[in-house]
């Protein structure tokens, strides 16, 4: 892949992980490390999916401050299969941190 390229490259391998993944949309967005700024929003959705990632172009991350703490290198924010219907344990001070198997089931 090249830099003339990868925008192409980017757009093809979005399409076959939202194939792959059952996925509505899947998208890619470019941070601008200095601004802290979304510059750049590739997606590939199917015909009847709602969201629109490009919305995210030009906002600040520092606007999303959920997203913000989610975000570091090579890392999946989150996954969720919603055709099966999954009860999540609410924590409590008590109980303190979860791991990810026993959160849900």
């Not at 390229?5 to 490390?33: C, I, K, M």
């Not at 172009?57 to 401050?65: T, V």
């Not at 924010?77 to 409590?92: A, G, H, N």
């Given at each position: 892949m090249t830099a003339?390229?990868?925008v192409e490259r980017l757009v093809v391998n979005l399409e076959l992980?939202?194939?792959a993944t059952r996925t509505d949309a899947a998208f890619h967005v470019s941070l601008d490390t200095e601004s802290s700024a979304f510059?750049?929003?590739q997606?590939?959705?199917g015909m009847?999916?709602?969201g629109n990632p490009e919305q995210l172009r030009g906002q600040s991350l520092e606007a999303l401050p959920w997203l913000k703490t989610r975000l570091a290198s090579l890392r999946v924010s989150e996954i969720r299969d919603t055709?099966?219907?999954v009860r999540i344990k609410p924590r409590t001070a008590r109980s303190g941190p979860t791991s990810a198997s026993a959160r849900c089931w």
């Amino acid at each position: 892949m090249t830099a003339e390229t990868a925008v192409e490259r980017l757009v093809v391998n979005l399409e076959l992980l939202r194939d792959a993944t059952r996925t509505d949309a899947a998208f890619h967005v470019s941070l601008d490390t200095e601004s802290s700024a979304f510059v750049d929003v590739q997606v590939a959705r199917g015909m009847l999916a709602t969201g629109n990632p490009e919305q995210l172009r030009g906002q600040s991350l520092e606007a999303l401050p959920w997203l913000k703490t989610r975000l570091a290198s090579l890392r999946v924010s989150e996954i969720r299969d919603t055709v099966t219907r999954v009860r999540i344990k609410p924590r409590t001070a008590r109980s303190g941190p979860t791991s990810a198997s026993a959160r849900c089931w």
